[in-house]
């Protein structure tokens, strides 16, 4: 499928956490970090595939982050689930409208599209109004296949703890975040991989997230070519992370632009 593209990529426009690093008032060894790579914005990344543009997920820094990468069209938006670190950004795509002037569609659980529909009224409100507001198309989604003009994504169901989370396959690669644990019908799904994203945390356990040695033993049994840790706390210093990672596992970083496809073979 990504073959179709000449040029295809995944770029990462966050990898921090819901806080983000640094977090606001810690002094730690990786807030207080000038590594660029230490700078973790709320999690997200867009999909460059040929000329079309596929969000997944608006973090509360989703203006910025369109600002700092250029991002100058939205052909739609997927959501992993409903937490604010993944969804508050979502009034941020009114310039999208304004130069596209067409509605842009969103892909979303039934239960993350109940909890926007809630958190932003205004939105779907019908009723007239005088000042601008997103204009959005909304799309349900299980476990069948989103089709994006010809672009098959496949929703991948996962535990955030005691909540539900998509991930999202795309070809040969696949982006998930903020699980706690994947199931067997799921990790059937993820095999053959050139990219796996996973989210890890920290080293110590977490109750709603995967740490960085639960996301190394997904990828040894899962072996695909590439994998990439997201959702990355205060608690991992960028740089003494890596050298302990196989060579084939990198910590994601804001801005890492991963060519996927036939650009992953140039």
Known sequence: MLDQFEHASILVLGSGTSVGVPMIGCRCQVCSST???????????????????????????????????GIDRLDAILYTHSHA????????????????RQEIPIYASAETLEVIERTFVYVFDKSPTESSRPRLTLHCFEDEPIFIDRIEIVPIRASHGKGTVHGFKFGDCAYLTDHSEI???????????????????????????????ESLRTVESLAPKRAFFTHVSHDLLHAKVELRLPAHVRLAYDGLEIPIGRAASE
Request: aromatic residues 8%; proline residues 10%.
């Open 35 to 69: 590594d660029p790579r230490d700078k973790r914005l709320r999690p997200s990344i867009l999909l460059r595939l040929g000329s079309k543009r596929v969000l997944i997920d608006t973090s509360p820094d989703f203006r910025y982050q369109a600002l700092r990468f």
């Open 85 to 100: 670190d993944h969804i508050l950004g979502l009034d941020d795509v009114r310039p999208f409208n304004f130069m596209s």
């Open 183 to 213: 199931p067997p019908q799921s990790l059937e799904r993820l095999s053959g991989l050139d990219v796996l994203f996973l989210d890890a945390l920290r080293h110590n356990p977490h109750p709603t997230h995967s740490t960085v040695e």
